[in-house]
């Protein structure tokens, strides 16, 4: 027997009446008919949400109290999107940073990486990261509060990196903060201005809170995540810098070490682009020989959109030998500009950053 006012328990089973709703849309939110009485509604007595208020059934259709929204645990596929608010302003990483603490604004889409983001399900959650940066949207501190930031960080699994999404009474995605389902991704102040920040705000139904997403091209540095991964963490050690080239260069020059090896573990080159697999090798073993060198540094500048590349050939050693080496080739207005972080930590009195083939303090000759 249905009462109004009677206490509500959902059964587990699927097919008996008392476990059978109706859903309407009411243009405010979603209501639950029960389908023992369509004038009774899943109804939070008195309108209070608490923490483990029980709900009940009452003949209060447009009360807000039987008016709820629906959270979504997977809806979204796992993948790159554009996310784009109902001011038709995007997600964006300020600046198009690598760095953690960067900011998240909204801006006028400009089909930049900084304006695409991979959405990974995580338990019921989903992750927002940049897919350029390998960076988390997060909510600076894990806050809660009104006006709380919203920056990228490196992902650490925390709670504020998790996303619980909503459909609001537009059809779109809201996206709130796992330590609390009130407080979403909004732009300061509802703006509609390109440029605006960010922020956790109070659930509103605001055109700033309700997102839709568009697929986008996988994005890859690399083509390989784990390199891409290595990139973002290089950039976390190096800071942020007026010249990000040279102070690449130079944190691999002289924060690895050199340690003599053949250029493969086999002795053999392999074919196709080998210097994904030995800047993986530089960063994990924290040493390694010229190849190794260059590579790491070769796909530092890549990532900041250097036209770079492993030279490889030989040069003049100290005692007038010819030795196998590599060193990073960059292309730029015309010139063909050379840097060699493993020279620089080897001969450190000279400078191997940014030179051409003529002024290099040695000759470098390519493999024929």
Request: hydrophobic share 40%.
């Amino acid at each position: 027997m249905v009462n109004d006012g009677g206490s509500l328990a959902f059964a587990s089973d699927g097919t008996a009446n008392n476990a059978i709703w109706k859903i309407a849309y009411t243009g405010e939110g979603l209501t639950f008919a029960s389908a023992l009485s369509a004038k009774l509604f899943v109804t939070v007595p008195g309108g209070v949400a608490e923490e483990g208020a029980a709900l009940s059934l009452a003949d209060a259709a447009k009360s807000p109290a039987s008016l709820f929204r629906a959270a979504i645990t997977h809806v979204i596929d796992d993948g790159c999107y554009v996310i784009t608010n109902a001011y038709d302003k995007v997600l964006a990483v300020s600046s198009a940073s690598f760095f953690s603490g960067a900011n998240v604004k909204q801006k006028t889409a400009d089909g930049t990486l900084a304006q695409t983001f991979y959405i990974k399900n995580v338990d019921g959650y989903v992750q927002i990261t940049n897919s350029k940066s390998f960076k988390a949207v997060d909510v600076s501190g894990g806050s809660t509060a009104e006006g709380a930031n919203i920056q990228q960080y490196t992902p650490n699994g925390t709670a504020a990196q998790l996303w619980v999404v909503s459909v609001d009474d537009r059809g779109g995605l809201v996206f709130a903060t796992s330590n609390d389902a009130t407080m979403v991704l909004s732009a300061e102040g509802d703006s509609n201005e390109s440029g605006a920040n960010v922020a956790l705000s109070k659930f509103a139904g605001l055109q700033s809170q309700s997102w839709s997403l568009s697929t986008a091209e996988n994005y890859s540095i690399s083509g390989d995540v784990e390199l891409d991964e290595i990139i973002s963490k290089c950039w976390d050690k190096i800071g942020q810098h007026s010249d990000m080239l040279s102070n690449a260069f130079y944190y691999v020059a002289y924060q690895y070490k050199y340690m003599g090896q053949s250029r493969y573990p086999d002795g053999v080159m392999p074919e196709g682009d080998f210097s994904i697999g030995f800047a993986k090798e530089m960063y994990k073993n924290g040493k390694g020989n010229c190849y190794r060198f260059a590579s790491l540094f070769c796909w530092l500048a890549k990532s900041i959109g250097y036209d770079a590349r492993v030279a490889n050939g030989w040069v003049t050693n100290r005692y007038g030998n010819h030795v196998d080496h590599g060193w990073v080739e960059i292309k730029w207005k015309g010139q063909k500009i050379v840097c060699d972080p493993e020279m620089q930590y080897d001969y450190p009195s000279y400078n191997w950053y940014w030179q051409t083939y003529d002024t290099s303090p040695t000759e470098y000759h390519f493999f024929t």
